[in-house]
Nanobody, 127 residues
């Protein structure tokens, strides 16, 4: 059974930093696209960042320059380092994994491109 487990969320002051982790088990994702999404109350789930199997990275405009996505294939884990956090970053953050090996990037920013999802970790930024 495939599981994605996020960790690292919490309460942080505006301007602070957090590092989210997403550990996968049940299969290896070293050649799969991985991503982070977030969902604020009353809003739709939105793209935050993705890292292709090749290592190429994609970011939403709202977090570009403040966030870094990375992966450690040996640990089957993907990370999201966020800095200069703002109140509008408050949301539940979900990690996702594409089931397809060597997947394309045309839909990498879309929720529907990912078959596996974690349960989410809450990030709350206080102003």
């Amino acid at each position: 059974q495939v599981q994605l487990v996020e960790s690292g969320g919490g309460l942080v002051q505006a301007g602070g930093s957090l590092r989210l982790s997403c550990a996968a088990s049940g299969r290896t994702f070293s050649r799969n696209n991985r991503a982070w999404f977030r969902q604020a109350p009353g809003k739709e789930r939105e793209f935050v960042a993705a890292i292709k199997w090749s290592g190429y990275k994609y970011y939403a405009d709202s977090v570009k320059g403040r966030s870094t996505i990375s992966r450690d294939n040996a640990k089957n884990t993907v990370y999201l380092q966020m800095s200069y956090l703002k109140s509008e970053d408050t949301a539940v953050y979900y990690c996702a994994a594409d089931a397809h090996v060597l997947g394309s990037s045309w839909a990498i920013r879309m929720v529907g491109a990912y078959e596996y999802w974690g349960q989410g970790t809450q990030v709350t930024v206080s102003s």
